[in-house]
């Protein structure tokens, strides 16, 4: 698949079968389940996007090797937010360390039009 930062959810799907992984922004529990299902991997697969990521990959805030070692962590996962909004930040922000990341397209509300 061609390198796209924003990808839908048929996307989203393909990208999580390979990599078995995802983090989401979640604003309950129920989202997670739900990007889970969606993605059709085990809520074991997805994780709770770190907010102690999130602020210091965005804003360059910290050491460069800091940096690098937390872009690193979302290498070839998919980024869920409510919106679609702050992960498609924190997808450009990672790829600035070379690591490649993708971002669900409307987010969380998007899935929850399906």
Do not use: W
């Amino acid at each position: 698949m061609e390198y796209n930062e924003e990808v839908s959810l048929e996307q989203a799907k393909e990208l999580a079968k390979v990599s078995r992984k995802a983090f989401i922004l979640a604003e309950n529990y129920a989202d997670l389940e739900l990007v889970a299902e969606l993605l059709g991997i085990s809520e074991s697969e997805v994780a709770m996007l770190e907010m102690d990521d999130l602020y210091p990959l965005v804003m360059e805030f910290g050491e460069e090797e800091e940096l690098k070692a937390k872009a690193s962590k979302y290498s070839n996962s998919v980024i869920i937010c409510p919106h679609g909004n702050t992960s498609l930040k924190l997808v450009r922000a990672i790829k600035r360390f070379g690591v490649g990341a993708y971002s669900l397209k409307g987010g969380v509300a998007e899935l929850k039009k399906r």
